[in-house]
């Protein structure tokens, strides 16, 4: 019963395969408010038992207000709207509207305000109609990315650090190989100087461990790093991950999007690991930073960059659901190219930016509502097409 309005909110996946076919990228945006949603209540109640929070929504007027108005804002913005006069999707909702209408139950005023905030993104949405912002284009992935993506993912994950170190190392050759991606012309230099220094950095601390062999995961155990190293590491280990993830993020050419889940893994397990303290130092400037970005990238229609710049705020951050959110919204391109179908996108971007919200919420409040509402936003322009942002 702890977690019985999560277990509710799960028929909401099914949103995409019911939306009319124009409606389906709101799909997406409908996942981001409920997972924000739940995620708010269980951050601020530590359970999402429907009898717990109504009773806790009769305690105070401003649990009353936290409770009611979440409950509101999940039941508009993650049910009803964008898609109100279809039945079969709303049918999905029934259950977790049931059950938000039931903790909210006497709190009139905070739940008819929540219903409010939740329907605002969708009316936003609605009004810059006309908006276009564009996904990536569709043009087939060769093997050659699918290998090297399936390669990257394995050392990272498993090999000892030479060779997911090995492996980084060539993610510049990758990225630029084809240097004229569309408005960006670059050259080798910066991703391999940065990747170099890397490594460099990386092969030290290892010898100061004493073992070449450690692996990658057990890099911050074996190999500790000081609070100023982690701070100056971590500020290297952004560099190198915007140097080498935004061309590839705005390139058409279709091996240059198989380094993005390799890279997102490892700056989650660096950030995560050896460089955690000073990835928190600057943290909230990164994500502040990351939010403007967003923000700037949607308005210029680059919705790979939103959803790139996206994943490595969840990369950056510990724990399963921060790697899963990063790793979904990594793959959308390549799957994109792959020639996915709308609604499984529509899913795949829903649930990878739903949990990069969640993660975001545990230290960035403010930011994590802002980056939500761009989201839904962004996703209730889109006529027909997938999600990216």
């Given at each position: 019963?702890?977690t019985?309005?999560?277990?509710?909110?799960?028929p909401?996946?099914?949103t995409?395969w019911?939306?009319?076919p124009?409606?389906?990228?709101?799909?997406a945006?409908?996942?981001?408010?409920?997972a924000?949603g739940?995620?708010?209540?269980w951050?601020?109640a530590?359970?999402?038992?429907?009898q717990?929070?109504?009773?806790l929504?009769?305690?105070?007027?401003?649990d009353?207000?936290?409770?009611?108005?979440?409950?509101g804002?999940i039941?508009?913005g993650?049910?009803l709207?964008p898609?109100?006069?279809?039945?079969?999707?709303?049918?999905?909702?029934?259950?977790?509207v049931?059950?938000?209408?039931?903790v909210?139950?006497g709190c009139?005023?905070?739940?008819?305000?929540g219903?409010?905030?939740?329907?605002?993104p969708?009316?936003?949405a609605?009004?810059?109609r006309?908006?276009?912002?564009a996904?990536a284009?569709?043009?087939?992935?060769?093997r050659?990315?699918?290998l090297?993506?399936?390669?990257?993912?394995?050392?990272?994950?498993?090999?000892?650090?030479?060779?997911?170190?090995l492996?980084?190392?060539?993610?510049p050759?990758?990225?630029w190989?084809?240097?004229?991606?569309?408005g960006v012309?670059?050259?080798?230099?910066?991703?391999?100087?940065?990747?170099s220094?890397l490594?460099?950095?990386?092969?030290?601390?290892?010898t100061?461990?004493?073992?070449?062999?450690?692996?990658?995961?057990?890099?911050?155990a074996?190999?500790?790093?000081?609070?100023?190293?982690?701070?100056?590491?971590?500020?290297?280990?952004?560099?190198?991950?915007v140097?080498?993830?935004?061309?590839?993020?705005?390139?058409?050419?279709?091996d240059?999007?198989?380094?993005?889940?390799p890279l997102v893994?490892a700056?989650?397990l660096?950030?995560?690991?050896?460089?955690?303290?000073?990835?928190?130092?600057?943290?909230?400037a990164?994500?502040?930073?990351?939010l403007?970005?967003?923000?700037?990238?949607?308005?210029?229609?680059?919705?790979a960059?939103?959803?790139?710049?996206?994943?490595?705020?969840?990369?950056t951050?510990?724990?399963?659901?921060?790697?899963?959110?990063?790793?979904?919204?990594a793959v959308?391109?390549?799957?994109?190219?792959?020639?996915a179908?709308?609604?499984?996108?529509?899913t795949?971007?829903?649930v990878?930016?739903?949990?990069?919200?969640?993660v975001?919420?545990?230290?960035e409040?403010?930011?994590?509502?802002?980056?939500?509402?761009?989201?839904?936003?962004?996703?209730?322009c889109?006529?027909?097409?997938?999600?990216t942002?």
């Amino acid at each position: 019963m702890n977690t019985l309005l999560f277990w509710l909110a799960v028929p909401l996946l099914l949103t995409a395969w019911a939306a009319r076919p124009d409606r389906i990228p709101g799909a997406a945006g409908q996942l981001v408010v409920a997972a924000l949603g739940l995620a708010a209540l269980w951050q601020g109640a530590g359970t999402l038992d429907p009898q717990d929070l109504h009773q806790l929504a009769h305690q105070s007027l401003n649990d009353s207000w936290f409770v009611a108005l979440t409950c509101g804002t999940i039941i508009s913005g993650g049910v009803l709207f964008p898609d109100i006069a279809n039945w079969k999707r709303l049918a999905l909702g029934v259950p977790l509207v049931g059950a938000a209408l039931f903790v909210a139950l006497g709190c009139w005023l905070p739940l008819l305000t929540g219903l409010g905030i939740g329907a605002l993104p969708t009316l936003v949405a609605r009004a810059l109609r006309d908006a276009d912002i564009a996904a990536a284009p569709a043009d087939g992935i060769g093997r050659q990315a699918a290998l090297w993506a399936a390669a990257g993912v394995a050392a990272l994950l498993i090999a000892p650090a030479a060779v997911a170190f090995l492996v980084v190392l060539i993610s510049p050759w990758l990225a630029w190989r084809h240097r004229r991606a569309p408005g960006v012309a670059g050259s080798l230099a910066w991703p391999l100087l940065g990747t170099s220094a890397l490594v460099a950095w990386s092969w030290l601390a290892l010898t100061i461990a004493g073992s070449v062999s450690v692996s990658l995961y057990r890099f911050a155990a074996d190999a500790p790093v000081s609070t100023a190293a982690g701070e100056w590491l971590a500020l290297l280990l952004f560099g190198w991950a915007v140097a080498l993830a935004i061309p590839a993020a705005l390139s058409t050419d279709r091996d240059s999007v198989a380094q993005l889940l390799p890279l997102v893994l490892a700056v989650h397990l660096a950030a995560a690991g050896s460089a955690a303290d000073g990835v928190a130092h600057w943290q909230p400037a990164l994500t502040t930073a990351g939010l403007l970005i967003v923000v700037v990238a949607l308005a210029f229609r680059r919705g790979a960059v939103a959803v790139l710049v996206i994943a490595l705020l969840a990369a950056t951050r510990a724990g399963g659901a921060a790697l899963a959110g990063a790793a979904l919204l990594a793959v959308l391109p390549g799957l994109w190219r792959l020639g996915a179908t709308r609604r499984a996108m529509a899913t795949l971007a829903g649930v990878g930016a739903g949990l990069s919200i969640v993660v975001v919420l545990r230290d960035e409040v403010v930011v994590a509502l802002l980056l939500a509402g761009a989201i839904v936003v962004a996703a209730g322009c889109l006529r027909g097409r997938v999600a990216t942002a």
